[in-house]
């Protein structure tokens, strides 16, 4: 996801490319799972420093396993970390925060710490389902959701969610079939 976010998503995004390229660069991965995201961020701007968060203790063990050997080593963590609970005084310029895979609750408690995490001018981004198609492929959509154990979210929900945590700028951006929805906010400065 890094490679596209950087030519798609970041000339959109105010100063966020100078904020990344720069020392002491913060992201955090909600729902990290094997960190594949988190190292592929670390990989594509090479200051930044990415926390992953999760909580299930399996995939953070093979997460753990596939940072270490990974090139972007010593700019990963993760750790067992409910974002429902979540707080961070250090401050984050960017944020993921995949809703098909956080249940409803924490999706409303949590939503709104992770953008209180963020620095002024930094950018969340939640991911969520595509609907508005035919009834059958919202129908399926929300089935994958809430097999998945997450929260269906539609491109309205998302950009509410997010202005009640504080953000503006919101807007809903488009991406390729098979990708899931993004809507992006960004922590006024």
Not at 3 to 11: E, I, M, S
Not at 40 to 53: D, E, H, K, N, S
Request: hydrophobic letters at 50%; proline letters at 8%.
């Amino acid at each position: 996801m890094a490679a596209p976010f950087a030519r798609f998503l970041l000339p959109m995004m105010g100063d966020l490319a100078a904020r990344l390229a720069a020392p002491g660069a913060r992201m955090l991965d909600v729902g990290t799972g094997v960190g594949a995201l988190a190292m592929g961020f670390a990989r594509a701007f090479p200051q930044l420093q990415v926390l992953g968060i999760d909580v299930l203790d399996r995939v953070l063990d093979l997460a753990r396993h596939a940072i270490a050997a990974s090139d972007a080593a010593a700019r990963v963590s993760v750790r067992n970390q409910d974002v429902a609970g979540f707080a961070d005084d250090t401050g984050f310029d960017l944020a993921w925060f995949p809703a098909p895979f956080i249940p409803p609750e924490s999706v409303r408690s949590g939503l709104p710490r992770v953008a209180a995490a963020l620095r002024p001018g930094g950018w969340l981004m939640i991911g969520h389902g595509k609907f508005g198609g035919t009834p059958a492929e919202d129908a399926i959509t929300r089935l994958k959701t809430l097999a998945y154990g997450g929260t269906p979210v539609d491109e309205t929900a998302a950009g509410q969610l997010l202005r009640q945590a504080g953000l503006t700028s919101i807007r809903s951006v488009p991406t390729p079939a098979g990708a899931p929805a993004i809507t992006l906010g960004c922590k006024p400065a």
